[in-house]
């Protein structure tokens, strides 16, 4: 299956998909992206987006205030405190502009995405 040209072709979008649905004001992507960015090894994006700490960081805490959680905010080790203070100030930019500044639902319809149904035609 690694060589079939429809996982191939679900490679190349998974990424901006999941970007594109964040943007639309999806928790499921944006929880889905925070895992992408910390870890190779967070299905089903494993090794699809090179580990990012800065990035990591920021979609930790765009999801911590989707949760609308009380704990402070931890920066990551090896982040400079520039880093740190920028992704802490874009994950608030996202959550204003694209969620609303609102805590969403986060039930079954969040890990939606968004995204059509497959159809056969996808395969060919």
């Keep these: 299956y690694l060589h079939d040209p429809a996982f191939l072709r679900w490679q190349l979008s998974a990424i901006p998909t999941m970007n594109e649905a964040m943007h639309r004001g999806s928790y499921g992507a944006a929880l889905e992206l925070m895992l992408a960015y910390n870890s190779d090894y967070a299905p089903p994006f494993n090794g699809l987006v090179k580990d990012d700490p800065k990035q990591a960081y920021t979609f930790s805490v765009l999801v911590r205030l989707l949760e ?5 905010f931890r920066p990551r080790a090896g982040l400079s405190a520039s880093d740190t203070l920028a992704s802490e100030q874009n994950a608030r930019l996202i959550f204003e502009k694209r969620f609303n500044g609102k805590i969403p639902n986060k039930g079954i ?3 939606s995405y968004g995204l059509r149904k497959a159809t056969s035609e996808d395969c060919k």
């Excluded at 609308?68 to 402070?72: D, I, Q, R």
């Design 109 to 111: 319809s969040t890990y």
């Design 68 to 72: 609308n959680s009380n704990a402070p």
